[in-house]
């Protein structure tokens, strides 16, 4: 019995599974087969470099490998010939992990769908058959028809021998490379460890807190190649090798377990073999170690195999999606399928051999063990060779120039990420983790200037049932694009041909979609329309993973309106939804709701409603960021216009203090208020407020003014005040800006006090510039009684007589001064000896390295989502 099918990868290894991965996300099916009853995991593990991950993103799996790998910080290159190190290199700015191969095939397994790999599957024969498809033959007696067939079945290929290549030769090395476990963590720190020297090339890098792989490379003599059938003779034989290494080598090796250890001969393929040979012909085409097995000493032969199966998953989508649409014969599907995969070898040929033959002339150096080769390396070469690797890993993964008959460049890769943002949804909404959804609308705001009417048209299509009530009602929202950008749309959503959801959460992130799209586009009355039926939806909605996208939508809701100037129609419908927030115990929306009900009525000076509302709402912790900081920018507001300076002044620079780097408006507006502020407590601020990055030109106004207010020139205030009211006014501030004159009156008659022990009031009137004698009276009683100034008045004389300055040291003020220190520095003390007494947790047991790692893990992610949280709503 035959089984037809419209591509059969051969070998599932790294290049296998992420060709079949990436034809997956673009909708197409592919069949796996492997030669052994499981995956193959040999190797342990290998290190990853910006390339790997650039094409693990690229597929969707990226982010889960990376919270279980550690980020290595750099490499330390030590000879063996000096004994001591040669070269130390930093990796900052560059992504290096060291994965661990079983899981890495295990994730990629996982994401593809059930069937799509079958085991025990060995190709014994390929035939090539009339109708352009190639059949066959496998071990079991099977036969397997196929469009495109792929070989990704490592070194000893039976399609690269079928295209023609030779068997890969023997470089005169060997490689030992080996996995250790350390129980409770191995505390060398996440830094690449490297030996060279005396023929033998050596290092280890951890894959996290237990685990740590190693490798060692030699040029073995004929009884050493015997020694791959024995792991315990091969790890002795290592560490007889490895005697002059540091001990941390040594202990690496010494906790391998003889099961975690393995040898194998390095094999490459002639680098003019690729630059001539066939990768690819007709249908048929290999990838991964098929088509360039190379040896380990740039650490790129694992990064490649990923880079050739995303690649060669989208010069094969390209020729199958047009062909599963229907639009032409059997020959020109072949023809597409041959000019794909024709392509792909053109991409690839170069950077293949340029890999490959710089991988063996580095290792061919590194491992040398003649004394001018050694000194010369160690001299000259060490931090070359370091830096080599690492200019290796930053290679872009260009897209290929599309013809003009086939999809942009630019819709289908935003569709695309369109589509792996709703698989996440739809995992979070499955799996109920609402940490997926967060995730899901950071990717969306990465991706805000990319939408396209198409675009949208035909993610709608993909997510929404054709005539269902939301998808009639969002596609009416879209403006129609011109013919031929709509038959490319059109194209993409039926080659696709996506199964159907009905979930919610889908439902919401559409209406989500399109309401960014049209507040972007300026098309306020349709986005007010939009966001008012999503509103209308979501009332009927009580799912813990829709909240995320409700708090979102809720905040465009609002936004539109009060672009429209139309704020106080929606405070009712906010009240409500506020209420029905609180009744789910949706915090994140009582949250955001919360402070657009600030922001409502603060933008109509309604300050004692507000009040009642935040001193009546429920109190929870809070759990975004970005909302806690605008509930302190609008606390900080109220409090000012109460008079309650001083937490008007914690709360505003709290906000400040929180808001993200990127959130500069935001910022902005808080130091703005907090200058102001400051002034009304008569504090003046530093001078580096002003000159904050980006802040100069945005607060050289209020700048001005605090100038004013230090020198207490009443003149120059009015004409500061009046220069820049137009920015006083927009920015809200003006009628603090009124409460600042008696400061300012304040500062001028303190500094006339010191500068004179005797004035007319007359004098002083002039000098503040006050319109009479009699306002200047009743100033200077007023300071006198606050004790803004020492000073007593002169009724009958009119005047005002400053107290002379004593000597300080002559009154009480010295000694009180001491006493406080004294109290502080006893009072440390007495802490100390308490914590001494009383340890904390002492009561409790210790931590275990399971809990540890558990405790740390989930400080990074929070740490990570905190730092990821999308700035584009402040």
């Known amino acids: ?67 279980q790998h550690q980020l290595a910080q750099g490499i330390l290159v030590t000879s063996t010939f000096l004994e001591k190190p040669t070269a130390e290199v930093s990796f900052k700015g560059h992504e290096i992990r060291c994965l661990q191969r079983k899981l890495l095939l295990e994730t990629l397994a996982n994401q593809l769908p059930s069937g799509t790999i079958r085991f025990s599957s060995k190709v014994v024969s390929i035939e090539e058959e009339s109708g352009f498809f190639k059949r066959l033959h496998l071990a079991d007696g099977a036969i397997i028809k196929t469009k495109a067939l792929i070989g990704c079945d490592g070194v000893n290929s039976v399609v690269a021998k079928w295209l023609g290549f030779e068997k890969p030769v023997f470089t005169g090395r060997s490689a030992i490379r080996g996995c250790a476990k350390f129980e409770g963590g191995h505390g060398f720190g ?149 000019m794909g995969l024709k392509n792909f070898a053109q991409e690839r040929r170069w950077r293949s051999f340029d890999l490959v033959s710089t991988a063996y002339m580095v290792g061919f150096i590194q491992q040398n063990n003649g004394k001018m080769m050694n000194f010369f390396r160690d001299k000259f070469l060490s931090k070359f060779l370091s830096d080599f690797s690492n200019m290796t890993q930053d290679v872009e993964m260009k897209e290929q120039a599309a013809p003009s008959n086939s999809l942009t460049s630019s819709s289908p890769s935003t569709l695309h990420h369109l589509k792996e943002i709703a698989s996440l949804i739809e995992t979070g909404a499955y799996a109920r983790e609402v940490r997926r959804i967060l995730r899901a609308v950071r990717l969306t705001m990465a991706l805000r200037r990319k939408l396209k009417p198409s675009v949208l048209s035909a993610f709608i299509n993909f997510a929404l049932t054709p005539g269902s009530e939301a998808h009639t ?81 809720y905040y465009y809701y609002s936004l539109c309106y009060e672009l429209t100037g139309d704020l106080a129609e929606i405070r009712g419908n906010l009240l409500a939804l506020h209420r029905i927030a609180t009744l789910r115990h949706d915090e994140l929306g009582q949250e955001t709701l919360l402070n657009l009900l600030l922001r409502n009525y603060l933008h109509y000076n309604l300050y004692d409603q507000a009040e009642k509302l935040r001193s009546k709402a429920p109190r929870f912790e809070a759990h975004s960021n ?120 304040r500062t001028g008659l303190r500094n006339i006090s010191i500068s004179y022990s005797r004035i007319s009031l007359v004098d002083v009137a002039k000098k503040l510039r006050l319109d009479s004698v009699a306002d200047a009276e009743s100033i200077v009683a007023k300071a006198i009684r606050d004790g803004a100034i020492d000073a007593t008045l002169d009724h009958a004389n009119g005047s005002m007589l400053s107290k002379e300055t004593g000597d300080i040291y002559s009154t009480n003020e010295p000694q009180m001064a001491f006493n406080s220190r004294i109290a502080f520095c006893l009072n440390m003390h007495n802490e100390a000896v308490r914590a001494l007494r009383f340890p904390p947790n002492s009561h409790k047991e210790k931590e275990s390295a399971e809990k540890r790692r558990e405790r740390q893990q989930q400080e990074q992610e929070l740490a990570k989502h905190i730092a990821e949280e999308d700035d584009d709503e402040f």
Not at 25 to 54: Q, Y
């Open 626 to 745: 970005q909302q806690f900081c605008r509930y302190l920018f609008y606390l900080g507001k109220i409090r000012t216009i109460q008079l309650e300076y001083t937490d008007a002044k914690e709360c505003l620079l709290q906000a400040a203090r929180k808001a993200p780097v990127a959130a500069l408006g935001f910022r902005v507006q808080c130091n703005k208020w907090a200058i102001i502020v400051r002034l009304l407590l008569g504090e003046i601020p530093e001078r580096t407020v002003f000159m904050q990055k980006g802040m100069e030109k945005a607060l050289r106004p209020y700048f001005e003014l605090t100038n004013a207010v230090r020198i207490g020139d009443l003149e120059l205030f009015r004409s500061v005040a009046e220069k820049f009211s137009s920015t006083f006014s927009s920015d809200r501030t003006h009628n603090l800006i009124v409460r600042l004159r008696h400061n300012v009156i």
């Open 190 to 338: 996440p830094k690449f460890r490297q030996f060279v020297g005396k023929g033998v090339r050596s290092g280890f890098l951890p894959c996290d807190d237990d685990t740590v792989f190693w490798f060692m490379t030699w040029t073995p003599s004929t009884k050493e190649e015997e020694l791959e059938e024995d792991p315990a003779k091969l790890k002795q034989f290592a560490m007889n090798k490895l005697q002059d290494t540091s001990d941390e080598m040594k202990s690496v090796m010494e906790k391998t377990s003889l099961d975690g250890i393995v040898s194998s001969p390095l094999r490459y393929r002639r680098p003019w073999e690729i630059l001539w040979g066939n990768i690819s012909k007709g249908n048929v085409c290999v990838a991964g170690d098929a088509l360039h097995p190379m040896t380990p000493d740039l650490g790129q032969g694992g990064c490649c195999a990923l880079e050739d199966g995303v690649i060669l998953a989208r010069c094969l989508a390209q020729a199958l999606l047009k062909s599963s649409a229907g639009e032409e014969e059997e020959i020109d599907e072949h023809k597409r399928i041959e």
């Open 1 to 67: 019995m035959e089984i037809v099918e419209d591509a059969v990868i051969v070998g599932a290894g790294i290049a296998g599974l992420t060709t079949s991965l990436g034809l997956h996300r673009m909708g197409i099916r592919s069949l796996v087969l492997e030669s052994s009853d499981r995956l193959r995991t040999t190797g342990f593990a290998f290190t990853t470099w910006n390339n790997a991950w650039k094409a693990l993103d690229a597929i969707g799996i990226g982010e889960s490998l990376r919270q």
């Open 473 to 553: 009602r969002l596609s009416s929202y879209l403006p129609k694009e011109d013919e031929h950008e709509m038959e490319v749309d059109t194209a993409t959503s039926a080659s696709q041909a996506p199964a159907k959801h009905s979930l919610p959460e889908l439902e919401i992130y559409c209406y989500l979609l399109v309401l960014i799209f049209l507040i972007d586009q300026k098309k306020y009355n349709e986005a007010k329309a939009c966001s008012s039926a999503s509103i209308a939806r979501l009332k009927n909605l009580n799912r813990r993973t829709v909240d995320v996208l409700a708090a979102r939508l």
